[in-house]
């Protein structure tokens, strides 16, 4: 905890530091977000399909129809786009970033851009955090909309349930909370499946077997943090909290 807390402490420190960090940042955004929105988009598409058939089949024949539509959009906004999607991230990004860093720090080269007058937290961690930090949300929220549109289609052709009677129950208890937690929990999955990363990585140590440890250590890490901050979210969050 004392690494890890001195870490992120230097993490925050190289932040003005924009003259290093501010000319990779763009591809760092284009590598861990852009290049995942396939990802988030294949997971979302299934879960959608899956999730208006289960709709169906445990509420089928207790609820009115139009409960289809609420509970595909309150599980794939609130809960599922977010967690499915940072978890599968957790697996291509923290482990793309600690493989990277490792190999970085085993090869000696962040002792050579120290020699270089170069702060490795300002030239490698801080791009790689604000990336993981500012695209996550936007791979959850396209992962969002193919969710809610392929339960439509799934509600449409496999459970017979009307195009107005799902978006009457999207829109019945739809509220902008809904997308706002969803975003706000896949940022902070972000934030710590890129710090986990590059603590991972730039603490390897021992040649390809460190490297592959340091990959391993970030994604099984990386994927319990994103669980503990999904429920620290939804402590937060909606304890005592209504649907309107």
Not at 29 to 38: E, H, I, K, N, T
Not at 69 to 75: N, R
């Amino acid at each position: 905890m004392g690494r890890a807390s001195r870490f992120v402490a230097e993490t925050a420190r190289a932040v003005p530091d924009i003259a290093t960090w501010g000319p990779h940042a763009t591809l760092h955004m284009r590598v861990l977000g852009v290049d995942s929105l396939p990802i988030g988009a294949f997971i979302a598409l299934f879960t959608g399909i899956v999730l208006a058939m289960l709709a169906d089949y445990s509420v089928g024949d207790l609820v009115p129809p139009y409960f289809v539509g609420t509970l595909v959009e309150k599980s794939i906004t609130m809960e599922l786009a977010p967690v499915l999607t940072g978890l599968a991230l957790a697996g291509r990004v923290g482990a793309n970033i600690a493989a990277e860093l490792g190999t970085m720090k085993v090869t000696e080269q962040i002792d050579a851009l120290e020699t270089l007058a170069y702060d490795p937290y300002a030239y490698l961690v801080v791009p790689r955090v604000l990336a993981g930090t500012l695209m996550f949300p936007v791979v959850v929220a396209t992962a969002m909309l193919v969710g809610v549109v392929s339960g439509w289609l799934a509600a449409l052709v496999l459970v017979d349930v009307s195009t107005p009677q799902f978006l009457k129950g999207v829109r019945l208890f739809f509220t902008e909370f809904d997308v706002r937690y969803g975003l706000v929990k896949s940022a902070s999955f972000g934030t710590a499946v890129a710090l986990i990363g590059c603590h991972a990585g730039l603490n390897a140590r021992g040649g390809a077997q460190g490297v592959g440890g340091a990959a391993t250590r970030a994604v099984v890490i990386s994927a319990v943090m994103i669980l503990v901050l999904d429920a620290f979210w939804a402590i937060v969050w909606l304890t005592g909290r209504t649907i309107r």
